[in-house]
Nanobody, 124 residues
């Protein structure tokens, strides 16, 4: 059974850094992509960043470009978050695609497996 487990969330002051990790287990083949989504209270879940496994490339939401960096090391994916803002406060989820369903990386329906989430709270 596939498991995605996020860690690294917590409380941080605005301007500070935080690194989230997503450990993937239970799948013996290659993933197509691993992504991070976030959901702030009262809002819909939205895409933050994605790592395309085969290409070794990343994409970012405009709101985090230049501040966040996604990386992959074997079965662990990391989201380095710098210069955090209060509006980054949200539950962050790791998601994985087995194959490309033909949509955009920002579409949550493109992802087959999800973690339980880790809370990030940024205080100003």
């Amino acid at each position: 059974q596939v498991h995605l487990v996020e860690s690294g969330g917590g409380s941080v002051q605005a301007g500070g850094p935080l690194t989230l990790s997503c450990e993937v287990s239970g799948y013996s083949h290659s993933w197509y992509r691993l992504a991070w989504f976030c959901r702030a209270e009262g809002k819909e879940r939205e895409a933050v960043a994605v790592w395309f496994i085969g290409a070794g490339s990343a994409r970012y939401a405009d709101s985090v470009k230049g501040r966040f960096a996604i990386s992959q090391d074997n079965a662990k994916n990391a989201l380095q978050m710098n210069s955090l803002k209060s509006e980054d406060t949200a539950m962050y989820y790791c998601a994985a695609s087995v194959f490309d369903r033909g949509g955009t990386w920002t579409d949550e329906h493109e992802y087959h497996h999800w973690g339980q989430g880790t809370q990030v709270t940024v205080s100003s």
